[in-house]
């Protein structure tokens, strides 16, 4: 028996042990030189002015909603096929969520879905790229300047990715990363916010850390004790720790993405022709970041279809697994009454949805076994 393959995992060298041993025996553990090192080398990366390290990818949604002054009585649009987080973070704020259906090619948000839903109440939308292919940011900015709205867009499966001649990162209002393991770098548990905009960057700042209006350094820096609490902030920092390994794994990026690219290009080839399911349409001005390989099995049955392959795959070893059911159909929304039908495209994608394996430690014969069981599975046929 050939043993688990997982859809993700994280890689760790030895010199990223390096550098968290080498975090652990500095003065500060916490809110010291490692968060700015990691932070500066981060922002570079995207091509953003600013970047403020969090605990997690939640954190960083959570604060981006509060730095763009969003509250009760305020509207939200979010897409509705991601992780349940990317919604929470209204919920947290107090506002309402309306959820924007995807496009049925790359199953990221339909522009003109968002378009149509834009009321009177609505401050912002929260655009997700969806397996690390970007969202359409142009005609989404588009949307969000003609009615003076903030656009976030969730990048937590995109670092790298990139949108005409820009990285994601800089070019929505604020983007938020994930440094869960199974994303594309870890440091255990961490986030990012990235922003063009240093008042955005401030806020951001501020609420990590309390809402004070200084930290610790500053304030041995000025020689005073005093702070100040300016908004009700939260304990959102990360420790040194992690960002060490943020840092030391940002470092591999550029390379992880390379083979990232390279395994996409494996199951395009073998699977983009196959008609009983789809893969995503990628459009030409946008380079994907594959933090996941989503197919999609069409035509009838495609439920038990889909079923079935999890079930068949899963025995073979291959942990396959679903991104995502539409957030609205999770039980906690729909107590907040939000009803089946509501993003038909996303409901009917997610019908056929798996993802394969992909990750950069991902072997060509491990995928290879992958292809063959997608290819020889009895799947294809309806019923
Ligand atoms: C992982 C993820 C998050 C949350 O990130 P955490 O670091 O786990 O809090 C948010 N949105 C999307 C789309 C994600 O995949």
New binding site residues.
Partial sequence: MSPFVPYGRQSIDEQDIMAVAAALRHDLITTGPAVRDFERAFADFVGAAEAVAVS????A?HLAVLAAEIGPGDEVIVAAL??A??ANCVLYAGADVVFADVSGDTLTVDPANVAALVSPRTRAIIA?DYAGLPCDLGELLAIADAHDLVLIE?A??APGARYGERTVGAIAHMTTF???PV?HLTTG???MVTTQDPRLAEAVRRLRNHGLDSDPKEREERGTWAYDMVDLGFNYRLPDINCALGRSQLAKLPAWLERRQELAGRYLEALSEQPWLRVQARPEDRVHAWHLFPIWLVGDQAGQRRRAAFDGLREHGIGVNVHYLPVYLLTYYRRLGYLPGLCPVAEAAYEGLLSLPMWPGLADADQDRVIHLILEGAWATDG
């Fill in positions: 997690n990818g939640t954190a949604l991601t992780f987080a990317s997700v969730d937590a499966h994930s440094f869960h994303k548990e961490g986030g």
